[in-house]
Structures are given as C-alpha cells and as structure tokens.
C-alpha cells in the first residue's frame, strides 16, 4: 500500500465544500455575550481620559472595560489607528455597536512618522519614548573580507530595492470566543498558535496551564498573520473569565486590516563588486524593516539580511539588519516571512549585474551557483542537499524558457507586448519540535493526534497518507485530529513550511514505536516471533490483525501500549527551484495581465503533489498580487486609505495565470524521516522577482533600458514609465 507521491484528493474538502465546517463565528454557546473595541482613529496620541459610563447604562451592556482593567494603550498613548482603548460587552451584537459609539474618550494628537528614513532622523517623533530612539532592533551579519573583496571588484553597483507593506487578508478575519465554566476557561481562535494562546492566557490570568484549554477549529486562511498571540484573544478570554458567561469577538473586514498584522515592507540599499566575468565577489548594504508600532516581527529583516545571498556562491558579505518603528500596524510574518524579500532582492541584483556587463541572465546566474552542497553562506546557514546548477538547467529546460523568449518575440511583430521572466530561489523551512499521538483503536483503525495547526493545506490528509504507509494499512483506517490543546500535551503549529518535515516526522516516530508494541504483544498472542504486512502479524502458519492484537491487549492476554507519542526536533532544510512567468503588457494603459505561471521545484520527496501543487499555485498568485497589485497606503497623518477590500486589491480567479506545476524527477531527500523539504512558501517566495523580470522584460521591447526596482508595479506607475 503505497501513498505517498499520490495525488490522493483532500479529506477536508467534504466538510468545508458543503458548508459544515465549524469556523469562530459559528460557535454559539448558553449565555452568549459579545465584545467590541473602541479603536483610535489617530496613529499616534496620548490617551487622556476614557469614559465608559453612558456606554455602561446602554441597552444591552453587561460589562466595560478600560485602560485599567485591561491594559489597553500601554504607555498612555495609541501607537496606530486602530489601537483598542477600551472594550465593551453586551449580550446583542447590534446593541453592542450602539453601546461602542457611547464611549467618549479625549485624544491629544502627536505627529506621527510614517516612513523608515524619517523615523530614524534627529528630533524624529518617538513611537516608543522609552527606548529613546526608532530603532527597535539592529543586527550586522559578516563575513569574509568585505573591504578586500570590494578593492579587487572591477566592478561595482549600488541601488536600492523597495518592497511595499501588504496586508495577507485572509478570508477569514480574526476572531476568538472564550468560556468558562468555574473550572476549565476554554477558548476557540482562529490561530495558527493554539498552544501559544494556552501559555499566555495561562500566564496573563494567572491560573494553571492545565485549567486552559485553546482550540483551533476550521481556520479560513492565515499565511503568517495568525501566528502570535494577539490582544483580543487576552483579553476577551479575560472577560469570559472574569464574567462566567462565554463572549464572542470577531473582527469586521476594516477592523481586520487595521489590526492583524501587515507583511513585506522591507527596504535594501545594498553595493555589491564583481569581476567583469559576471562572479560576484561581495556584497554589502543594509535591510531595513517598516516594523510598524510595535517590534512583533521580529526577525523579518535578519532572515532577509541571513538569506540574501541566496543559491549563489558569494564569499563576502557584510549586511545590517534594522527594525524601524512607524505609527502603521505592526508588521509580523506572512507567507514566506524573510525570504520572498530577500529572493527579490538578490535576483533583481542577479539581473542588475547582467545588464551592467552584458552578460545574459541564465548565464550569470550559471557562473554563480553554489557546485556542492552541503554549504554554509557567508552569513553562516548551510544549505543540506541539492544540485543548483542541475536542477537550474533542467528547470528552465523542462519550462521552456528559450522557446517563451522567442515566442515573445515574435508576438512583438503581431503587436502584442508579451514579457518573459524566471527566478531562482533557495529557501530556509523547518525549526523546532514537533508532537504526535497514535492510538491503535479495538476495531484496528488509528487515530493521529498533531500539533500541527492545519489552515487551508490538506495536512490532514498528507498526514493520512504518511501514516497509512507506515503502517501499512489502509488509508481509510486512519483518522487524523487537530487543533485542540486537550488532546495532545504541546506543539508549535504549522507555519515556515515545517509541517510535513516536522509534524510528519513525529507522526513517522509514533507509527514506528506503536508497531514495535504490537509486535510485541502480536508475540505473546502466537507464540512465535511475527512478521508485520499489510496490518497482519504472520508467523508458523498462524496470523493475528491488528484488531486481533488490540483486542488480546485489552482482554489481558498480552501487554502493550497502545497509544505512544513521539517528539520530534527538526533541524532546517533548504528547497530549491526556478519559476517563470509571462505576462502581456498594454502600453496604452499600463495594465499587466498574467498569462502563464510555470514552476520547477526540488522540494525533497512530495508527498502529495495534488496538494503541493495547489501550494504552488496559491502562493504564486499571492506573489503575482504582490507584484502587481496589493499594496497598503496611509495618508500624512496615519490614516489607513487601503481600509478594506474595496481600497484594497485582492486578485481573484479571474486575474490568475495559467498553471504548470513539476517537481524535480530526481529529488533531492532531506535528513528528516519524511525526506521532505517544506512546499507551503516556495512560490510567494519565487513568484514577485519572476513576474517583475518579466513586465521588465515586456517594458523593455517598447522603451530598452527601463530598470525595475520596487514593488508593486501598478498600470500607473507603468504608464509613466513608459512615458
């Protein structure tokens, strides 16, 4: 029975497809209240008084809360709009929002600074005055001989890269209800982090870990957005504690935007020397981070800054890493979290370099790839298994780049204005531990117990599908449940495209040890020492199934444990690839249409590639979005303009390219037990520099020269390039 590398469909599409999913707003508990926020409509003020007592006699009302009682606006001041001043409870949603508008609160305005450069100059407004500067965190990475190498570079170049603030706008917005029952606060999030809301809440209420309990029930996307712990779901679990009675929060689209957390916004000036051969010999510059009000991302600018080198062979480097503070929402991973941005920005160099000597940009990227792995980059992480230059010829061979560029061409001749682009990208996944459970049931089927915190990747039926073959059993016979602390006693969730590598594993741990405890009671039950196949212990003419054995366990004829738990640590992996995309520009109008998205990838052993290609081709439309269409804009004062999806353009179905998805035929196996190497990011990380390489490359058939260097590239700023 061999399930992996099947496209086996997902067994969660039934329950989401025909609408009984559970998601938060869903639950409807006895007693039911509902909480609401009041939020500062200035980025940045003090908080002077806050007056709950006409919201207090609203119809409606059973409790408020303000500054005091919850910490809101620590300091005394809001550092965003949108920033929670005060809260109020009501047992009616419609009689809350009457109740909210109550609620007086003076304001007295500061100036606000809303870009990096600004933030960090002398007399600049403090977003935090006790840190006596806008400079949240500051790391420099090293090493070699930067100085040396960039005395012996014939040639040199320097620029700077900008990439735009997104918001991941999952489609389902945040929410959280909280109940407790005099003994047990339970809570239902949507989280990537169900574990991590367990520890805090514990923590914040001071009460016992064991006296919280956190759920994650169907979670309507989340792409990094969902993975800290946020305010609300403290403090409407606080109130739900403090009232007895269950209370509901669930975010408005608006309240979302302003709120959840934002991606991207990272900023390069870099300089970098190479030989006139195209080999670079150094690179330096500095990553700057928009980290918005409070410092929650932490580590966004140093993954880029680690990771810059990228799959290319650079001995030298010396890069620093700075967080800013801003009056905008905190910035916080999304979907690639590091390393979209710095894949943008050392293949915009790549493409840099190779127009500045001549050199086509296959290659120059051929005369820099890394030849043996493993290899540790200048910043000191080391890449596990792979062969770049390989997989990069076979890639663009299997994609067809060659014939794409002439075809391009000759669509010019026809008046159409089509650009061909590619990328290559290395990428970092996987860390930490990982929790699995696996209980042999009486009837011969299993239950798998994950940390893993599935939302929206079909973990479930990949998890399936690795236990099935290694127990060998039928697939039907597994059944795999998620997201609730109470089941399983710790994990980190699923995030950084560690969930297969790392949850997999544990779950690969957890079968290997229950066959070891059915083998030995499957002993004891013939009498002599059993083969295991196809969920059948043999031996001397005789057989026993796994239903037999469990059933001899519990009937005292043999000892075994029947439920085990595995832990598994992860070290990191590193999956490669190439991605092309085509695009059809209209000079007329500066709008760019995606045409085909094509995608190269070694990924280690794919499990599932039905899933893994979905994985492809919904990340690589985040990226297309990134480069193309999303991006938040505040005004002068703070004032979010991109306020929700009418301001905020989101693609859907109807703006997607035509997918071809592969995989490398000969893949290259990480250490782990699943040999798997992460696939969930791979694309957003791939697809921005590919599709700007190729409006690049379409603007350069009407005005040659044009150079691209920022994101997003929307009609208008086209239009004007062009002109």
Known sequence: MKYVGRPIPRFEDDVILSGRAQYVDDIVLPGMLYAGFVRSPYAHARVLRVDLSDAAKQKGVVAVFGPEEMGFAPGGKVRYQGEAVAMVVAGDRYLLYDALEKVVVDYEPLPA???????????????????????????????????????EAEVKIEERLTIQRVVPAAMEPRGVVAAYDGDMLTIWSSTQVPFDIRKEVAKALDIPLVKVRAVQPFVGGAFGSKLIVYPEEIWVSKAAYLLKRPVKWVATRSEDFKTTTHGRALILDYRVGATRDGRILA???????DAGAYYWGEGLADTAARMLPGPYDIRNGRVKAVAVLTNKTPLSAYRGAGRPEATFFIERIMDRL???????????????????????????????????????????ERLGYS???????????????????????????????????????????????????????????????????????????????????????????????RSITAGGSAAIL???????????????????????????????GKSATVKDVVRAVYRGEAEAQLTVEAIYHADSTFPFGVHLAVVELDPETGFVKPMLYKSYDDVGVVVNPLLASGQITGGALQGIAQALYEEVVYDESGNLITSNLAFYYVPTAAEAP??????????????????????????????????????????????????????????????????
């Open 113 to 151: 600074v809303l870009d990096v450069f600004e933030a960090l100059r002398p007399g600049a407004p403090l977003v935090d005055e006790n840190l006596g500067t806008n400079i949240a965190h500051e790391e420099v990475y090293e090493g070699g001989d930067v100085d040396s190498a960039m005395r």
């Open 283 to 289: 690179i330096e510059g500095t990553v700057y981070a």
């Open 354 to 396: 190779a127009d500045e000597l001549g050199i086509d940009r296959v290659e120059i990227r051929e005369r820099n790839l890394i030849r043996q792995l493993p290899y540790t980059n200048v910043f000191g992480i080391t890449y596990d298994t792979g062969d770049y230059l390989t997989t990069f010829k076979q890639g663009l």
């Open 403 to 497: 014939q794409l560029k002439q075809w391009a061409e000759e669509e010019l001749k026809r008046g159409r204005v089509v650009g061909v682009g590619f990328s290559v990208y290395v990428e970092i996944t996987t860390f930490g531990y990982e929790t699995a459970i696996l209980r042999a049931e009486r009837d011969g089927t299993f239950t798998l117990y994950t940390a893993l915190t599935p939302h929206g990747q079909g973990l479930a039926t990949a998890l399936a599908q690795i236990v099935a073959e290694e127990l060998d059993v039928p697939i039907e016979s597994v059944k795999v449940v998620w997201g609730d602390t109470a089941l399983i006693s710790d994990g980190i969730g699923t995030m950084g495209s």
């Open 510 to 540: 957890a079968a290997r040890r229950l066959k070891e405890e059915l083998l030995k009671a499957a002993r004891k039950v013939l009498g002599c020492d059993p083969e295991y196949s196809g969920g059948k212990f043999s031996c001397g």
């Open 658 to 723: 035509k997918y071809e998805v592969y995989f490398a035929e000969s893949p290259h196996r990480s250490k782990h037990p699943t040999g798997t190497k992460g696939i969930g990011e791979a694309a957003t990380i791939a697809s921005t520099p590919a599709v700007i390489a190729a409006v690049e490359d379409a603007v350069r058939r009407i005005k040659p020269g044009v150079r691209i260097n920022k994101t997003p590239v929307t009609p208008e700023f086209l239009w004007r390039l062009l002109r």
